[in-house]
């Protein structure tokens, strides 16, 4: 919920600043580089801002393998819990098992020896 607000209010100051900038398409001089260039203002406001996105976009993306790859182990590490639980359920199954045979086996022995 948090992030659907982030990304709504992101949004809210792009198309705010987007006419801001198209009501303000004066020139301006602008210093890009040590060159003195003339450039209209609505491009010196809603340029940086698009770069900016862009930037944040790609540190974003930059991020997403890091963020699966962990969702990725974590998951891996869940199976194998769940795997680690089954194999001693198992074993204890066996060993339950066993332990009836033997009961059984004993159960038989100590019928044939009072005979």
């Known amino acids: 919920m948090l992030l659907r607000a982030g990304v709504v209010g992101v949004w809210i100051v792009f198309i705010v600043t987007g006419m801001l900038a198209l009501l303000n398409s004066q020139a301006v001089p602008v210093m890009l580089l040590g060159a003195r260039i003339e450039a209209p203002l609505s491009a010196v406001i809603f340029g ?25 182990q974590l998951e891996w590490a869940a199976q194998d819990a769940k795997l680690i639980a089954e194999v001693k359920s198992d074993r204890e199954k066996q060993l339950e098992a066993k332990i009836a045979t033997l009961e059984a086996a004993l159960k038989q022995a100590l019928g044939k020896s009072k005979s």
């Open 48 to 72: 940086p801002l698009i770069v900016g996105a862009l930037a944040g976009y790609g540190l974003e993306l930059a991020k997403r393998p890091k963020i699966q790859s962990e969702k990725r």
